[in-house]
RNA sequence: GCUCAGGUAGCUCAGUCGGUAGAGCAGGGGACUGAAAAUCCCCGUGUCGGGAGUUCAAUUCUCUCCCUGAGCA
């Protein structure tokens, strides 16, 4: 058939067990796993980041985890082209790519595609940053309103990040924010996508979020962040700001109790959690099921796949 | 038992020289194009501990009771 291949994309907020949905699949049809998620990329963190196990990982392939460094940046651009080849070399294989993660951005930029803005240099970049420093984002931002009004009516000026990303591109190519994204190709992911999400309210997923995080603990968390820290002792680096490092790595140099550190995990994860909710809330074409629903998704799946073939 | 300090939003506290009150955090909603587990925006009525007194008016002053903390016995 010469259609486009198939990809399956399975998300939801954390802690849902979309892994576990996953691995249902594969048991019923050869599959490999391709994480989206932007903290279990690093390989200095798989329990904290609650990258698959042992056991989950001998099931069937797993592509995209823990294989960077915490010193190491990852950007929604990177994972693309990663992303990419990955399923490339799935469908090379004859097996199906479960896409599994939470990361939204990553998401899009891979169906809908991404600007090609290039590489930003990183004198310029770093001018950038610290003037952001010293006169924080709203100076940047007044200079938007002139340069790039489109853009700087969608972002706030109280946006670090966005303030500085619109600088340095300008800065950098010539070319606003706004040029960018309405000039370049979108190009739509040349896949058959279907969109599985596993999803349960909050209040529900609250107490299984803080069982994880004992579960983690149990399971060697705050070993693993000292020993990242031997590794990295750049508080700053990439890797350092995924939810339970940070908390941890205070606890580790004296900040505090271990108990306070254990609060403030489980009080980011259930803020972070939210956000993804409200981010998968308005992404379109998803069909949803309960965690547990493991066969349910499978069936779902394997239907889906027998559609495309019919 | 005595002295002092407190009792104000779910939590920590600010404040009202008497005109019924507001921050941070939590919580809710939202945005999102190379940091995204990031970054950012919007949302604040609560017997101001109970009762009584003074007053046109008390959460604010006075008295009393209750509770908490510290000190002294």
Same mark, same amino acid.
């Given at each position: 058939m010469i259609g486009k291949p198939p990809v399956v994309c399975l998300l939801g907020p954390t802690g849902t067990g979309k892994t576990a949905a996953a691995i249902a699949v594969s048991r019923r049809t050869p599959a490999s796993v391709v994480n989206f998620d932007s903290r279990q990329v690093y390989c200095d963190f798989p329990v904290i980041t609650a990258q698959p196990d042992a056991e989950e990982r001998a099931a069937c392939p797993h592509l995209l985890y823990g294989f960077l460094p915490t010193q190491e940046k990852m950007s929604a651009a990177m994972f693309v082209k990663l992303a990419v080849q990955a399923i490339g070399e799935v469908h090379?294989?004859?097996?199906?790519?479960?896409?599994?993660?939470?990361?939204?951005?990553?998401?899009r930029s891979l169906l809908r595609g991404i600007a090609p803005i290039p590489e930003i240099p990183?004198? !310029?970049?770093?001018?950038? #940053?610290?003037?952001?420093?010293?006169? =924080?984002?709203?100076?940047?931002? %007044?200079?938007? *309103?002139?340069?790039?009004?489109?853009?700087?009516?969608?972002?706030?000026?109280?946006?670090?990040?966005?303030?500085?990303?619109?600088?340095?591109v300008f800065l950098a190519t010539g070319k606003t924010m706004t040029w960018w994204h309405q000039?370049?190709?979108?190009?739509?992911?040349?896949?058959?996508?279907?969109?599985?999400?596993?999803?349960?309210?909050?209040?529900?997923?609250?107490?299984?979020l803080a069982e994880r995080i004992d579960a983690m603990l149990a399971a060697g968390a705050?070993?693993?962040?000292?020993?990242?820290?031997?590794?990295?002792?750049?508080?700053?680096?990439?890797?350092?700001?995924? !939810?339970?490092?940070?908390? #941890?790595?205070?606890?580790?140099?004296? =900040?505090?109790?271990?108990?306070? %550190?254990?609060? *403030?995990?489980?009080?980011?994860?259930?803020?972070?959690?939210?956000r993804q909710i409200t981010w998968f809330r308005k992404e379109e074409g998803i069909d949803w099921f309960a965690p547990g629903q493991d066969e349910a998704v499978a069936d779902h799946v394997l239907r889906w796949l027998e559609g495309r073939d019919g």
């Open positions: 090379a294989r004859g097996r199906l790519p479960i896409l599994v993660g939470g990361t939204g951005l990553y998401l990183v004198d !310029i970049r770093q001018r950038v #940053l610290d003037r952001i420093g010293k006169e =924080g984002p709203q100076s940047l931002y %007044a200079e938007l *309103q002139h340069d790039d009004p489109e853009y700087a009516a969608i972002i706030h000026p109280n946006d670090t990040q966005r303030n500085a990303r619109a600088a340095e000039n370049s190709a979108h190009t739509p992911a040349p896949f058959d996508t279907v969109k599985v999400g596993v999803f349960i309210d909050l209040d529900a997923l609250a107490p299984r705050l070993e693993e962040a000292r020993g990242a820290w031997e590794r990295c002792p750049d508080p700053d680096a990439p890797g350092w700001s995924g !939810i339970g490092c940070a908390e #941890l790595l205070e606890h580790l140099r004296g =900040g505090v109790s271990l108990d306070e %550190a254990k609060a *403030q995990w489980v009080k980011n994860t259930r803020a972070y959690a939210k």
